[in-house]
């Protein structure tokens, strides 16, 4: 900041909530990140106000609601020299539109955090902001962080000032360690079970696994339409009797959890900053399962992974052309019958287990047994943890990055918006269409 020097600022962070999260586990380290740097941090959320290292506000107005509007008084009342807000155009909050413009024009010197967008994958949360004509805001003081290379391109592209866009990786605490020692081999999945986490495809490799490996994933959704789709696969995996917990973790035993665990394994089909491809590395367990081109080409090689498995895939011509037309609808983007039938041609020439509708993942788990996948599997769960350098991901280097950030936002002149349309653009593409993130 040019006219506020770094040293003892206050800075505000603001987020929907603090429920159990990934979100949630960034603000603490990045409260703890700043308060090295000698900053005062509060930290304003919806709630629930937990234990963190800063000053607190809640305001539930703040929180998801598909209607209403944020009160931004306690807000405006810090006279903080920063704010820090997370995931500002998620569409969680139908809000937090006019909320950043009143900030952005009130000159307040901003950094958008953005983890997640409604325009990748989301397009109910997009249809909540219809009727926002401004999501970007583009000005001297307002800056973008992005937590990989891949969302920091396509803000550029989209029409962002580059000086204006900036790669910020998050940085990582690993959970407290635990004592306890693994025994019998565990494959954790440190995560919340929502849709795009690929449950069934866990299902798939528990079905493939040696005798006596078991799976474990942490917990179960709280969004309950999602909870729906976790307890379809805990009830398939009972009655195929896979070696597959489900919803293991309570409030104080996730350390245990990731003390026992032999290996650590993602299935996920979409991740913004991809905690699961490091957080192994932190505790020095192996990590198996899917790769994810977009973000793990921010990290060194790590883990046993494949990109995707080959299936047969049957006759799901119509399953996916409507999918496809249903989210291309929704985002208000209809495609007209050679779009849809191009897609169709380009999905068929590669199927991928983890990009098939549950109900068809569940026909192959149960039809089709995968060798290749049998034989993988007998190989990778041999294959120790690799050692990598993780300063970059450090309390202490995190620290230099925002710092070099906050430093760099100019003081406050005239606001104008970016056309949302070019961001969609940006992700709204027929072959990043996927059934597991509808």
């Not at 006279?79 to 809000?95: E, R, V």
């Not at 959704?221 to 909870?227: I, T």
């Not at 379809?232 to 104080?252: G, H, I, T």
Request: charge should be negative; proline fraction near 9%.
């Amino acid at each position: 900041m040019q006219t506020n020097p770094l040293s003892r600022m206050t800075v505000l962070i603001v987020h929907y909530h603090l429920r159990t999260g990934g979100v949630t586990r960034i603000i603490h380290a990045q409260a703890k990140a700043l308060k090295l740097l000698g900053h005062r941090v509060i930290v304003a959320s919806g709630g629930p106000v937990r234990e963190i290292d800063a000053d607190t506000i809640c305001e539930p107005s703040l929180d998801y609601q598909s209607e209403g509007t944020v009160n931004p008084e306690q807000l405006f009342a810090t006279k903080a020299d920063c704010w820090i807000i997370h995931n500002p155009t998620l569409g969680k909050n139908t809000g937090f539109p006019e909320f950043i413009e009143k900030a952005s024009t009130a000159g307040i010197r901003l950094l958008l955090q953005c983890h997640d967008f409604a325009e990748d994958g989301r397009p109910a949360n997009y249809a909540l902001l219809s009727n926002s004509p401004n999501l970007y805001p583009v000005a001297p003081h307002i800056h973008y962080s992005l937590i990989n290379r891949r969302d920091q391109q396509l803000l550029k592209d989209a029409g962002i000032p580059g000086k204006q866009c900036r790669y910020l990786p998050n940085a990582i605490v690993p959970p407290t360690a635990s004592t306890q020692k693994p025994t019998d081999t565990l494959v954790f999945y440190p995560v919340r079970g929502i849709r795009r986490k690929n449950l069934g495809e866990l299902c798939l490799l528990a079905a493939h696994a040696p005798e006596g490996v078991k799976f474990a994933v942490a917990l179960a959704p709280e969004n309950l339409a999602w909870m729906a789709i976790h307890n379809q696969w805990a009830d398939f995996a009972k009655d195929l009797n896979l070696p597959v917990e489900f919803n293991v973790v309570s409030d104080s035993d996730f350390p245990d959890w990731m003390a026992r665990a032999t290996h650590i394994v993602t299935t996920s089909v979409a991740e913004g900053f991809g905690l699961t491809f490091l957080e192994p590395a932190f505790l020095g367990k192996p990590l198996i399962g899917r790769n994810l081109p977009e973000i793990t080409s921010d990290f060194p090689p790590y883990g046993t992974l494949y990109e995707r498995l080959p299936v047969p895939i049957g006759d799901c011509r119509e399953d996916f052309l409507s999918a496809l037309a249903t989210c291309w609808q929704t985002y208000g983007q209809p495609l007209s019958d050679d779009e849809l039938s191009s897609a169709w041609d380009e999905f068929q020439k590669s199927p991928d287990f983890g990009n098939l509708p549950e109900e068809l993942q569940m026909k192959i788990i149960r039809d089709h047994p995968l060798p290749y996948l049998e034989e993988w599997l007998q190989k990778a769960l041999k294959i120790p943890a690799d050692e990598i350098d993780l300063s970059p991901w450090s309390i202490e280097n995190y620290a230099s990055k925002i710092s070099a950030i906050l430093q760099e936002i100019e003081d406050p002149g005239p606001v104008s918006w970016l056309p949302k349309e070019k961001v969609l653009e940006q992700f709204l593409k027929p072959s990043r269409f996927h059934f597991l993130r509808t």
